[in-house]
């Protein structure tokens, strides 16, 4: 093969390879919540920070997002990171428990998706006190937090 062609080659090929890594991790998870909760409105609610969290299985450091919502909470991934993560819309209701889990050197908190439970999403404490303000009723399994 030519010199000449690895680099279109690597153009094409690449991009390729990096979507479907992406789908395959979205698949541990994040498609779960993406079947019942997609959304393609833009976010209105307060943005907040989130360092490490993870869907089902898979961890997302420092793409996720995450806006606090009056109809629930709204997640979505970087751009780069999108294929297979459509945004989602988590209503309130749809968060059936929040229970406290130990990482190491602080406190993430697991929040049980659906009835039946479809998956989980595990974030830090700043954004399980937003959605408990922003939620108009108290959100289950908060005695522990």
Known sequence: MSPAW?????????????S???????????SRLA????????????RLVVGIAYVGVSRYSGVLSAHVEPEGL????LFLF?????????????????RPRKALW?????LEIGDPKLTTVTVPETVVEAIA???PTPLPGRSGA
């Open 6 to 18: 690895i680099v279109p080659l690597f153009l094409l090929a690449f991009p390729l390879f990096w």
């Open 74 to 77: 709204r997640l979505s991934v």
């Open 133 to 135: 303000e922003a939620a």
């Open 20 to 30: 479907a890594v992406c789908w395959l991790i979205a698949q541990m998870g994040w």
């Open 106 to 110: 602080k406190t993430l908190y697991v």
């Open 35 to 46: 079947a019942s909760y997609r959304t393609e409105a833009p976010p209105t609610g307060r």
């Open 82 to 98: 999108r294929p297979g993560h459509p945004p989602v819309l988590l209503p309130w209701d749809a968060i059936v428990d929040i």
